[in-house]
């Protein structure tokens, strides 16, 4: 191999790692001269061969051009790192003069502004709030609410149950009745709301949704106390005075006598009026006091459960109450300026 071969091997390799512009490229340029059949490895090998009198000067001129190969790669391979390192960071560059993304504050879930508002109703009727918990019992879910084992009012309330230990997800707020019950003694006024759960999942019903209980025991309570009260609700609720309220005669195992209560209601979605039920209600069945360990014979009571979905569905006209569960901010951010506080 003459000198001025070696010249042409050394420029050509040295120009084809100059170029290599990926980690690739540069091993590919290097295993063309260096690789186990390179151009500069296989001539080594054959040095060997080569007259006594060659073979020192090739065999050192090929060594220098293995080192000055191996150091271009090095110096290439540095270059490219440090290019990669520079394109990162400057894709994750943060600009601190681009102006900020929003000041918009958040604000309420819906859900949120109307348990707000029925607080703060029933605050005013004298009926102080009160929460239990979302994993309950099967007594205080449906036993100490007269269902007892096999009462087929178990089966409309299937609902999700624990794996361990013999807990549920509370299918309605009326286990806050026992709870309460249990610890005070009459004359009693308190409302609860919260999570409650159900196999249920269509357009107007989720498997999450919300509650508020109501709760009055007292010497004197009466069916006609329970429909005034829950009248004079309605109307401050909806803001109208005319709203037409009914009371059907409905059964709960835990009230006696027991009613659904409607309200004769027009959302944009109608072309009329309809009759919409809202919850239930009805005298505490004297079980339920004497579960709780209070008198029957000295007191009654009354109580109902209402649907705070439903509410707010027929309040802001929403036919869909899974909207309340997407997340969608073009949803969710018009109900900030309704005029509730
Ligand atoms: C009850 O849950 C009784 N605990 C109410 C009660 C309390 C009666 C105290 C008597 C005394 P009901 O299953 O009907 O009743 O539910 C009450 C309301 O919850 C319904 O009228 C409806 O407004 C709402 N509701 C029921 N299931 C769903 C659901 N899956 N999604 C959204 N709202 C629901």
Known sequence: MSDK?????????????????????LDNAKALYLGKDGLVTVPLRLVKNFPPEERRSVAYSLNVLRAKIECAVRERRRFLEEKQVS???????????????GDDPGGYHP???VMRRLRSLWHSAGFHCISGPEIEDEWHNFTALNTPEYHPARSMHDTFYLSEGGGLLRTHTSPLQIRYLLKHCPPVRVIGMGRVYRVDQDATHSPMFHQ??????????NFSQLKGILKLFIH???????????????????TEPSAEID?????????????????????????????CNIDPDKYR???????????????????????????????????????FK
């Open 87 to 101: 394109k990162r960071l400057l894709s994750e560059a943060i600009d601190c003069t681009l102006p900020a993304r």
């Open 301 to 339: 009571g009354f109580a109902f459960g209402l649907g705070i979905e439903r509410l707010a569905m027929l309040f802001y006209g929403i036919d869909d109450l899974r909207l309340f569960y997407q997340n969608d901010l073009r949803f969710l951010s018009q109900f900030n300026f309704s005029g």
């Open 263 to 291: 309200i004769f209601f027009k959302t944009a979605q109608m072309s009329q009026p309809q009759w919409l039920e809202l919850g239930g209600c009805g005298l505490i069945n004297p079980n339920v006091l004497s579960m």
């Open 111 to 113: 859900i949120s502004i």
């Open 5 to 25: 071969d070696l010249m042409l091997l050394e420029e050509r390799a040295l120009s084809e790692i100059g170029v290599a512009s990926t980690f690739a490229a």
């Open 212 to 221: 508020i209980e109501g709760i009055c025991v007292n010497n004197d309570t």
């Open 236 to 254: 401050k609720f909806f803001d109208d005075d005319f709203l037409d309220v009914r009371f059907r005669p409905s059964f709960f195992p835990f």
